[in-house]
């Protein structure tokens, strides 16, 4: 595949040639995309051996790595449902209360914020600007201990208040900034006419806003969903009583109990933690590139 | 503009997309009323923790005390005395300083090469797009770092790939020499983000560039070397930076695939790994708040020099 990085043609609209030069250029376009096809089988091919095997008989799993059986049960998941503490659902509900809630606060919060940057003068607006956005490269250890601290003197641990709370206060300040670019490219004509026809900046926000952001609004949902349910760390440290645990937490009981060695299990629970992720990816990939794309240019 | 980009036109003074609103009364009312929410976060969740962060590094906080009740005794910089004579401490900052100067490159490079290779209308650009992106999403979870346990493992698919050809390879979870590369391989495995942020910025190069440069003479080398890449830079910059703050600190993939160990032989200890059993199994608090210090005054030494850097290399075209 690395001989697959040779410079891309990067010539203007394709010029009628002579043959030859159309020939050539038909067989580096077939070799290109025999490279990426082949790249893509590379990068995908373990997700497909994740769910392939995870309907594979559990001896069979390492003694046949192949992904082409025929023998195949859904013996793991019945097994790997119930392997746990508390039937993997549980898990799973968690993990969606947690990420609803974070969702809901992310969305409110942060256009809250994002429409004050974008469209108000105020004063103190560069400094406060300036440190929004260098919050978004503070790395959270720094604030680990004494956030900490807080939950527990509030007697929040073991809830899932510290997950969802600061959602709400618009922690997350990548989607206040993501929010503040897309309202810059709405044009300002549309927010003057209203504000002539004597809407104020509660109704300017609610009734025009809002509505005009909804692709911001989006990505901001679908990224606070993945990062959400993909989040170890802070269940980790919050959550200690298994009934509360969300997906990600519990699936690292399998790792606990592997003298087992139930891989089966395992892998049919981890296909079912991934499938919201792969769902939302195909549902939301449209967002999900755009939202990359604007807040990763210069 | 990316938020480094902003950093950036704010120190420099210069306006550049900033709202256009001239000329009229300030709203410092509605605004502050506005920002209500977020002044409030980063006020309890972000300045103040940060401040007390740095306090509690000079104290011997242990997490089951309550710090209200019971202020934790000052001792000054004994903590840091402490992590600096600290083997265990030198060898989780020795792996992920390894970790990040060749995963973040290495991930760069690739994803660079592939959205280059994607430009430019080529036929099935979105399927690839797509299916190279699809890891970078699910790259985060644990179900991923679990699957990455099996890849490499002893059994497991790659040594199944290798025994085709007659290599009987270890296990490369289990060996302190390869298990830092297993978690490498598995970030450079997500560049689909930072491709899809490239492919938007070689959309931006207007087609006029190069039709210029073409009736100037210019072979493909040269438009690559002459517009692709100087416009680019910025782009690779803003990457750049952010993939080393991020990848500083990483956790579950180094969690999940040692088992929570650091293991084998702390190969894999990496340093927030090393800062959550210190802190939250050892109760060490105090250290934990001194690492997370030092951790900060690291990642703001890497940017910092990387933006000294880039006066080098990137292109600016203001």
């Known amino acids: 595949m690395t001989t697959e990085t040779a410079l891309p043609p990067l010539a203007a609209k394709p010029q009628p040639r002579p043959r030859p030069v159309r020939r050539r250029r038909l067989l580096t376009s077939l070799g290109k995309h025999a490279g990426l096809t082949a790249l893509s089988l590379l990068m995908i091919y373990p997700l497909v051996w994740l769910v392939v095997s995870s309907f594979k008989p559990n001896d069979q799993i390492f003694r046949d790595l192949s992904i082409f059986t025929t023998d195949l049960t859904i013996e793991n998941y019945i097994n790997g449902w119930n392997d746990l503490q508390h039937p993997f659902g549980l898990f799973l509900a968690n993990s969606t209360i947690i990420s609803v809630g974070a969702i809901i606060g992310n969305l409110l919060s942060c256009s809250l914020a994002a429409y004050a940057f974008a469209r108000l003068k105020f004063t103190g607006r560069p400094i406060l600007f300036a440190i929004m956005l260098m919050t978004i490269m503070l790395p959270f250890q720094v604030v680990l201990v004494p956030q900490f601290t807080i939950f527990k003197e509030l007697g929040w641990l073991n809830t899932f208040l510290p997950l969802i709370v600061p959602k709400f206060l618009a922690t997350d300040a990548f989607f206040v900034f993501l929010m503040v670019q897309f309202i810059r490219g709405i044009p300002k004509e549309i927010f003057e006419a209203a504000r002539i026809d004597g809407a104020g900046h509660l109704r300017s926000f609610v009734q025009i806003t809002l509505p005009l952001m909804i692709p911001a609004l989006a990505t901001t949902a679908i990224f606070t969903f993945i990062w959400t349910w993909s989040d170890f760390f802070g269940p980790l440290i919050y959550l200690r009583i298994p009934e509360t645990f969300p997906a990600a937490v519990a699936l690292k009981g399998f790792l606990d109990v592997q003298s087992s060695s139930d891989f089966g299990s395992m892998f049919a629970m981890s296909v079912v933690s991934l499938v919201p992720l792969f769902i939302v990816f195909l549902v939301g990939q449209r967002y999900l590139i755009k939202g990359f794309a604007t807040t990763g240019i210069k | ?318």
């Not at chain 2, 910025?234 to 293991?263: C, E, K, R, W």
């Open chain 2, 1 to 318: 503009m990316s938020s480094l980009g902003e950093l950036r036109s704010l120190a420099v003074g210069r306006r550049r997309g900033g709202p256009r609103i001239q000329e009229r009364k300030p709203d410092t009312k509605a605004a502050y009323l506005f920002l209500a929410p977020w002044i409030l976060g980063i006020a309890t969740f972000t300045i103040g923790p940060m401040l007390a962060s740095l306090y509690l590094s000079f104290t011997d906080y242990n997490l089951l005390r309550s710090p209200l009740k019971d202020p934790p005794p000052f001792i000054g910089f004994q903590n840091y005395i402490d992590m600096f004579n600290d083997p265990s401490f030198w060898n989780s900052f020795r792996v992920t300083v390894q970790y990040v100067l060749v995963s973040v490159p290495l991930q760069l490079a690739v994803a660079l090469g592939l959205a280059l290779l994607l430009d430019r209308g080529m036929r099935g650009l979105s399927f690839y797009r797509s299916i190279f992106y699809l890891p970078s999403l699910l790259g985060g979870s644990v179900a991923v770092a679990i699957l990455w346990r099996q890849v490499f493992g002893k059994e497991g698919l790659v040594n199944g790939f290798l025994g085709w050809f007659g290599i009987d390879a270890p296990g490369w979870i289990g060996h302190p020499d390869y298990a830092l590369w297993t978690i490498i391989i598995l970030h450079v495995w997500t560049f689909g983000s930072p491709m899809v942020i490239f492919l938007a910025g070689l959309r931006q190069i207007p087609e006029m560039f190069y039709e210029a440069a073409a009736v100037d003479g210019a072979g493909r080398v040269r438009r690559f070397v002459s517009i692709t890449l100087p416009l680019l830079t910025p782009i690779i910059f803003f990457n750049l930076v952010l993939q080393i703050i991020f990848a500083f600190q990483t956790f579950t993939q180094a969690y999940v695939v040692s088992g929570g160990t650091g293991g084998p032989a702390d190969s894999t200890m990496f340093y927030t790994l090393f800062l959550y059993r210190t802190g939250f199994l050892q109760y060490d608090m105090g250290y934990a708040s001194a690492m997370a210090w030092f951790l900060l005054i690291v990642i703001a030494a890497f940017t910092a020099l990387n933006f000294w850097l880039s006066k080098f290399w990137v292109f600016y075209d203001d």
